[in-house]
């Protein structure tokens, strides 16, 4: 069973900046391109960045203004977003999800998805 579990969220002051983590299990991680999605409340949820196998990117937003960096390691199985600079319009649910082959999709093709971690920007 693939499972997928957000950490690092909080309430921050804006211009702070936070790392994610989206820890994996039930699946071949270092095959898997992994994703980062948002949903501010009341919005609709928006994708990020999506990371491949081999660490190549796709910019799912451009409106992140280069503030957002997907990473990963594959001995952790784990997926991480840095967010610098964060501002109140930041505020949302952030979520990964995992794609199902090594290269990203598109971004209404992932999957399978964690159950998200609450980030909070106060100005």
């Known amino acids: 069973q693939v499972q997928l579990m957000e950490s690092g969220g909080g309430l921050v002051q804006a211009g702070e900046s936070l790392k994610l983590s989206c820890t994996t299990s039930g699946l071949t991680f270092a095959h898997t391109a992994m994703a980062w999605f948002r949903q501010a409340l009341g919005k609709e949820r928006e994708g990020l960045q999506c990371i491949s196998w081999n660490d190549g990117v796709d910019h799912y937003s451009h409106s992140d203004q280069g503030r957002f960096t997907i990473s990963r390691d594959n001995a952790k199985n784990t997926v991480y977003l840095q967010i610098d600079n964060l501002a109140p319009g930041d505020s949302a649910v952030y979520y990964c999800?995992?794609?199902?082959?090594?290269?990203?999709?598109?971004?209404?093709?992932?999957?399978?998805w964690g159950r998200g971690t609450q980030v909070s920007v106060s100005s």
């Open positions: 999800a995992a794609g199902s082959s090594y290269i990203c999709p598109g971004p209404s093709a992932l999957n399978c």
